[in-house]
């Protein structure tokens, strides 16, 4: 599917971890204000969890088939970079 924001058939977990205040977690919330929709949309069934926690670096984790899980740091992204990140993460 070349659906923007389609996942892979593998991923059954997306989680945004971030600081609902903190300046370096600004982009994460714009981020996700603007693409939640899409991904929700485009993939019903998997769960997209966010994690709001004062203090928290922004971090997103990638659950896929079989327990195995990947993460990578959204601190210090620009909206762009954090979107090139989410899409090598679920694809």
């Given at each position: 599917?070349?659906?923007?924001?389609?996942?892979?058939?593998?991923?059954?977990e997306v989680r945004f971890?971030?600081?609902q205040s903190s300046e370096q977690?600004?982009?994460?919330?714009?981020?996700?204000?603007?693409?939640y929709p899409t991904m929700k949309r485009n993939n019903p069934s998997i769960p997209i969890l966010i994690r709001e926690a004062?203090?928290?670096?922004?971090?997103?984790y990638a659950r896929y088939?079989?327990?195995t899980e990947k993460?990578?740091?959204?601190e210090?992204?620009?909206d762009?970079?954090?979107e090139d990140t989410v899409t090598g993460l679920v694809q």
């Open positions: 599917m070349s659906t923007k924001y389609a996942f892979n058939k593998g991923l059954r971890l971030f600081c977690s600004a982009a994460v919330r714009s981020f996700i204000t603007r693409a004062a203090g928290t670096q922004p971090k997103i088939e079989r327990g993460s990578h740091s959204l210090g992204l620009t762009k970079q954090i």
